[in-house]
């Protein structure tokens, strides 16, 4: 197909999620331990799943409903029963420091982007969560300044799947529908929503957890299990 821009989503996308996720948990636990928090790691699992539950539950479809600060704020706060604002400023920087550190590209994404580039293919991220954490991740990745255009959910106050987190880029970009493609992980976030405005879609699914038999608006154009594969998708 013939493509002047592609869209990619960011987390679990561009690098893989879960490792991350674990080291910044853990980085996070220790350091409660630290604070004198007498919690083994089942507690604090029990105490960021109750904040991050809450916070899901008073900001949905928000950047915000994804930012771990705030997971640590409300957890601390129904653990303790009073707010503990310091505590939960350090357990999110053990966090994100942790996770950044661990973080690493998918095999062959910066070759991938950098070819795409190369033949005059617009890239861009479109990603929820808040701006600044993804600005780090793209830093850490080595990624920042490779890349034509950034946008958060934050920037536009919806979620994907909504609407406008694909129409926006197409806009900023001078690119049409038919002329895109987005590719992600989530098939309800970045297949349906690209779908719903006319984007060709690529599941990457480098662990093979999504069903096969996926239909209607959440089939996507084109499945991928290794980065690089998309090459061969766009050319």
Partial sequence: MSIDAALFDLDDTLYPYPPCKEAGTEAAFEAARELGYDLDRAGFESLYRAGRREVKREVPGTAASHERFLYFKRGLELHAETARPGDAKALGEAFWDAYLAEMTCYPKVEETLADLRNRGIDVGIVTNLTTRIQLAKL?????????????????????????????????????????????????????????????????????????????????????????????????
Avoid: Y
């Fill in 139 to 235: 830093e850490r990745l080595g990624l920042a300044d490779g890349i034509d255009l950034l946008l958060t959910s934050e920037e536009t106050g919806r979620e994907k799947p909504g609407s406008v987190m694909f129409t926006l880029p197409l806009a900023r970009l001078d690119r049409r529908a038919s002329e895109t493609v987005m590719v992600g992980d989530n098939v309800d976030a970045d297949v349906v929503g690209a779908n719903a405005v006319g984007l060709e879609t690529v599941l990457f699914d480098p662990r093979g957890e999504v069903d096969g038999a996926l239909e209607g608006d959440r089939k996507p154009d084109h499945r991928i299990d290794a980065f690089d594969e998309l090459l061969e998708v766009i050319r």
